[in-house]
């Protein structure tokens, strides 16, 4: 199992910032920013293997930055981001991905684009256990078989 890695809390609140920086809120169309404790929540608890880039991205930004980022005036952040983009390479893309997935597969961005905040099969039917109807079309197909080299 690889080591499990632990957002200090500099980085967290680096990661705060960055995100709210990459999805605003929007009074206009009802939706959190990225920076909303439900996605900052999912966001920590869904890392996974993308921790140890995500964490890299977070060191070089405080590098960069010389001080917490949302210490920074906006115009002094800006260019701190806009030079990590340049410069960030794979743990910058992996954090903007971390950021992105989780803000987009939140129920209320979900519901104001349009979508709805499920799978969008069985379509609220429920499948009983067992139920193997579904593959009765494939099951009808001659078998077919294949020289395995």
């Known amino acids: 199992m690889p080591d499990q890695i632990t957002l200090t809390p500099r980085q967290r609140h680096d990661l705060r910032t960055v995100a709210a920086m990459i999805i605003p809120a929007s009074a206009e169309y009802r939706v959190p920013g990225a920076d909303d404790d439900i996605i900052q929540a999912d966001i920590l608890t ?5 921790a140890k880039l995500v964490a890299a991205a977070l060191d070089h930004l405080a590098r960069l930055a010389g001080m917490p980022l949302a210490e920074l005036d906006p115009a ?3 260019r701190v981001i806009q030079r ?10 992996t ?10 597969r939140d129920d209320r961005v979900l519901l ?4 709805e905040p499920r799978a969008p099969f069985p379509k609220g039917h429920v ?3 067992g ?16 020289q395995v080299s």
């Open 46 to 50: 869904t890392l996974g293997r993308d």
């Open 76 to 78: 002094a952040r800006d």
């Open 84 to 93: 990590f983009r340049s410069e960030g390479g794979a743990p910058a893309a």
């Open 95 to 104: 954090l903007v991905r971390v950021v992105l997935q989780c803000y987009y």
């Open 112 to 115: 104001s684009l349009g979508l």
């Open 127 to 129: 499948l009983e256990d």
């Open 131 to 146: 139920d193997w109807s579904l593959l009765d079309p494939v099951k009808a197909r001659a078998r077919t078989m294949r």
